[in-house]
Antibody, heavy 118, light 110 residues
Framework: QVQLQESGPGLVKPSQTLSLTCTVS??????????WSWIRQHPGKGLEWIGY???????HYNPSLKSRVTISVDTSKNQFSLKLSSVTAADTAVYYC??????????WGQGTLVTVSS | QSVLTQPPSASGTPGQRVTISCSGS????????VYWYQQLPGTAPKLLIY???QRPSGVPDRFSGSKSGTSASLAISGLRSEDEADYYC???????????FGGGTKLTVL
């Protein structure tokens, strides 16, 4: 069974770049067939898809965040990463990484809270 | 504002049947499969229903999904205390060209 684990700073200053990494175990990103995704959840709110990447490196982002988001993949480490630039307090959220089949988000990480504050 | 509209809350007593609605448009629910996720307190969401009405292995048959036109519903029968959670609908949106979620429904078991 695929397992995902987010890692990265829990506190980011306003205007800086949020950086998170998701480590995948129990499956290989390189095997293809899945899209490696980032989703966030603002405190007490619903889910927002941020974007995803395929093992080839092709990406697809939520238009509302596209100008600030970069998702990359490192198949040698079986990891993929999220960078969100110019953050504000509105970017404070729990960030999840997930395996997306193209239809459903089948496996999720446990989530990591990122707070934007000076 | 979420692309898909869900009631913010629902409730029922043990043993009851409750339904949660999810409303969208022709560019999302109207032309794509609907998925439902259950998020227990303090945990990540878990896939509950896929392709409108299919249950992944391990999901009890008390949970069922349906879709009609631009709306979908999740039904939970024989309500149990452990069903208390947030429930989210999701689908693909052709206009956004990406997955979208409902705002979530908090289910309380009285």
């Amino acid at each position: 069974q695929v397992q995902l684990q987010e890692s990265g700073p829990g506190l980011v200053k306003p205007s800086q770049t949020l950086s998170l990494t998701c480590t995948v175990s129990g499956g290989s990103i390189s095997s293809g067939g899945y899209y490696w995704s980032w989703i966030r959840q603002h405190p007490g709110k619903g889910l927002e898809w941020i974007g995803y990447i395929y093992h080839s490196g092709s990406t697809h982002y939520n238009p509302s965040l596209k100008s600030r988001v970069t998702i990359s993949v490192d198949t040698s480490k079986n990891q993929f990463s999220l960078k969100l630039s110019s953050v504000t307090a509105a970017d404070t959220a729990v960030y999840y990484c997930a395996e997306y089949s193209g239809n459903s988000f089948d496996y999720w990480g446990q989530g990591t809270l990122v707070t934007v504050s000076s | 504002q979420s692309v898909l509209t869900q009631p913010p809350s629902a409730s029922g007593t043990p043993g009851q049947r409750v339904t949660i609605s999810c409303s969208g448009s022709s560019s999302n629910i109207g032309s794509n499969y609907v998925y439902w996720y259950q998020q227990l307190p303090g945990t990540a969401p878990k896939l509950l229903i896929y392709r409108n009405n299919q249950r992944p292995s391990g999901v009890p048959d008390r949970f069922s999904g349906s879709k009609s036109g631009t709306s979908a519903s999740l039904a939970i029968s024989g309500l149990r205390s452990e069903d208390e959670a947030d429930y989210y609908c999701a689908t693909w949106d052709d206009s956004l060209s990406g997955p979208v979620f409902g705002g979530g429904t908090k289910l309380t078991v009285l």
